[in-house]
């Protein structure tokens, strides 16, 4: 009796250790799958790795300005088509469509700070977005 005490308090005391074994074990053989969300060899891609390339970051601009920002998905390439590109304001309802864009006061009507987003989409409908902060400023 005093043998079978000892080793059902043995497996309770390494209960931990087998169950992390055991994972360990399934891991190594390939049985749980884990994927990269963004590993274009697997069906789990969230979208295009988007760029703003103008303005930059924590830039002070005026009601007038240029905006660009290009997109690149795995599977096809750079993203051309100009009315897949969309920016946005934090602040300021709408949205303009394209890659390069010159905004006179249509998307950033309020001055003050604001978050831009350029949201853009691929072929498969999946979306990439890329943000910045601009400080909008009066001439």
Known sequence: MTR???????????????????TFFLYSCGDIKRENP????????????????????????YTDGF???????????????????TWKSNIDAGSC????????GILLKSYGKHVITLEVSDDD????????NVTIKNY
């Open 38 to 61: 963004h590993d274009p060899s697997t069906n789990n891609f969230e979208g295009p790795r988007v760029t703003i390339t103008n303005p930059k970051d924590n830039q002070i601009l």
């Open 67 to 85: 905006y660009s920002g290009t997109a690149k998905d795995p599977q096809e390439g750079i993203i051309t088509d100009s009315s897949r590109y």
């Open 4 to 22: 079978l005490r000892l080793l059902f308090g043995w497996i309770r005391s390494r209960k931990v250790f087998l169950v992390c074994l055991l």
């Open 97 to 104: 469509k394209g890659n390069n864009i010159q905004l006179r």
């Open 125 to 132: 409908g999946n979306v990439g977005r890329n943000s910045i």
